[in-house]
């Protein structure tokens, strides 16, 4: 049902490296304006839903086009890398979770995440409330549907000794998990409960940003290039996105009919749910005092540890390669 992937895991890393170095796929000139502007690509992190409202936002009120942008958006999905569009330029801008930013900087691929959309990561482990499960440490015994090459599942598997978990293959469909009643599916707090509830089916989650695993999500993601050769881009497109952000939560309507032209099974009831949720995820957290976008150097180096804790990173990470606030709004 939801996101089996935007995985890079290793594949295609010479590729993706030899397209850095053939270029980006931006305009070299610094000079736009709604008569001259900018064509700009941006890479979604699955099929459009409000977790990336500010930037459909920002196409609806025509706040890219004010602001000299010429943006073009592209959906992702099961088997999209958007690691390996962004560092090969095929796309100047891409959505990632900071995780997978921390993956590839591992192997070498120079990609920067330069906005958080979400503060919190919607990530969730999905229950029956008929099945008795209480705590995190309950999914022991359990059949469990959930993508294993996660660095999510891969750190709370590890944090929390789920060693007697029976793993199901996770294919994107609630099937299993609706068959099942002792059965655990991995989900998005916007997503599956609201698509349970519609079928009368009564369940309850653990939020992972709750058990401790809570990656930046929804990254916006360039490439080293991209950030020496053209920072006044990034300026005016974070500076419209984080202005697309306040126009949804003012435009609802609006822009969720613009997102459902998009992603046509998502309907207008489910992105009202959704946005709804989001709003916390997006305005929240250190967004509360530092603007939509920010990200702390506390939270990346608790991700680096925790992933060198359960064994995904086995490299010292620069955090300053991982990640920039310098050109959010308020830096401008």
């Not at 930037?55 to 010429?70: N, Q, S, V």
Request: glycine letters at 8%; hydrophobic letters at 40%; aromatic letters at 12%.
């Amino acid at each position: 049902m939801r996101r089996k992937g935007n995985s890079f895991i290793k594949v295609g890393i010479v590729a993706v490296l030899a397209g850095v170095l053939a270029g980006c796929s931006g305009n070299s000139s610094s000079t736009f304006s709604q008569s001259n502007p900018i064509k700009v690509t941006q890479q979604m992190s699955w099929f459009a839903q409000p977790e990336m409202g500010g930037h459909f936002a920002a196409e609806a009120g025509e706040i890219y086009k004010k602001a000299g942008l010429e943006v073009t958006i592209q959906q992702g999905g099961p088997q999209v890398s958007n690691v390996q569009l962004v560092a090969s330029g095929k796309v100047d801008f891409a959505m990632s979770q900071a995780d997978e930013v921390i993956l590839a900087r591992q192997e070498g691929i120079p990609i920067v995440a330069i906005y958080a959309n979400l503060q919190t990561n919607p990530q969730t482990l999905i229950y029956h409330k008929s099945s008795g499960i209480q705590k995190i440490t309950d999914l022991n015994g359990k059949n469990v549907y959930v993508a294993t090459g996660f660095p999510y599942w891969k750190y709370l598997a590890y944090k929390y000794k789920l060693d007697k978990v029976q793993i199901q293959t996770y294919n994107g469909s609630l099937t299993g998990f609706i068959a099942d009643k002792n059965a655990v599916q991995q989900g998005y707090a916007t997503n599956e409960p609201f698509v349970l509830k519609a079928q009368g089916i009564d369940v309850d989650w653990f939020l992972n940003a709750d058990l401790g695993y809570n990656p930046y999500g929804n990254v916006v993601i360039t490439t080293e290039k991209m950030i020496k050769e053209q920072p006044e881009v990034i300026k005016a497109y974070l500076k419209a996105t984080t202005e697309g952000w306040d126009y949804y939560y003012n435009h609802s309507d609006e822009v969720n009919q613009l997102i459902n032209t998009y992603n046509k099974d998502y309907m207008l009831d489910h992105l009202a749910f959704a946005q709804d949720v989001a709003k916390e995820f997006v305005f929240g957290g250190d967004a509360v005092k530092n603007g939509v976008g920010y990200m702390s150097e506390e939270r990346w180096k608790t991700l680096v540890d925790q992933m060198k804790e359960a064994g995904m990173v086995t490299k010292d990470i620069p955090l300053n390669e991982l990640y920039t606030n310098d050109y959010l709004p308020a830096k401008q």
